[in-house]
Nanobody, 123 residues
């Protein structure tokens, strides 16, 4: 499975960005699609996840009400709409795919990762 992210950039606090992740390869084997982020000097953390079918989704408390995850089954893409961005949202955002359905919010449970895309929110 290959994952390619796009859509990062620089935005002022209060602004919006939309990240996309295109999946290819043996996507029929996937269970969860997730977004994680990593700020400088910090560990990678869970942001949001969605089932491959798109029928279930969840968010970290820090982004609930501001971020929305979605699936486009026809295009095999997962998107993360980020609104009301805060400087604390700055980091490299990674798309990830998990194939066993064991856990959706643990970094080490994910099997495939994208290269990451930088999101910078200025104050």
């Amino acid at each position: 499975v290959q994952l390619v992210e796009s859509g990062g950039g620089l935005v002022q606090a209060g602004g919006s960005l939309r990240l996309s992740c295109a999946a290819s390869g043996r996507t029929f084997s996937l269970h969860y699609m997730g977004w994680f982020r990593q700020a400088p000097g910090k560990e990678r953390e869970f942001v949001s996840a969605i089932s491959w079918s798109g029928g279930w989704k969840d968010y970290a408390d820090s982004v609930k009400g501001r971020f929305t995850i979605s699936r486009d089954n026809a295009k095999n893409t997962v998107s993360l709409q980020m609104n009301s961005l805060e400087p604390e949202d700055t980091g490299v955002y990674y798309c990830a795919a998990e194939k066993d359905g064991i856990s959706y919010d643990r970094v080490f449970e994910y099997d495939y990762w994208g290269q990451g895309t930088q999101v910078t929110v200025s104050s």
